[in-house]
């Protein structure tokens, strides 16, 4: 059973930067579709990237095209997340997933993950 660790968050003003990493353990995620997600208070968690089994295949939600970059070290079972020009809006609990059998129809979708990690906190404010 793959089990998923985030770890990064924190604090920060807008327009700042930060990484968010996911450790992977008890399995490899060479096999999986690995994304991220977050949640605000009150809302329904929302799809925010994905990064392909293999090769360099990448997803992003609308709202941080271009702002975020998802990156998947098969190598060292690890994802990360880069995040420039942080707005309010970007506060959440950001959480990772692993899927062996996600279809790209559905890599937005919260049901197409098997696992998840119990989510790093991010915070933009000022």
């Known amino acids: 059973q793959v089990q998923l660790v985030e770890t990064g968050g924190r604090s920060v003003q807008p327009g700042g930067s930060l990484t968010l990493s996911c450790a992977a353990s008890g399995g490899t995620i060479s096999n999986s579709i690995m994304a991220w997600f977050r949640q605000a208070p009150g809302k329904e968690r929302e799809f925010v990237a994905a990064?392909?089994?293999?090769?360099?295949?990448?997803w992003y939600a609308d709202a941080v095209k271009g702002r975020f970059t998802i990156s998947k070290d098969n190598a060292k079972n690890m994802l990360t997340l880069q995040m420039n020009s942080l707005q309010p809006e970007d506060t959440a609990l950001y959480y990772c997933a692993a899927g062996s059998r996600v279809i790209l129809s559905a890599i937005r979708s919260t049901s197409a993950y098997d696992y998840w990690g119990q989510g790093t906190q991010v915070t933009v404010s000022s």
């Open positions: 990064g392909a089994r293999r090769g360099g295949n990448t």
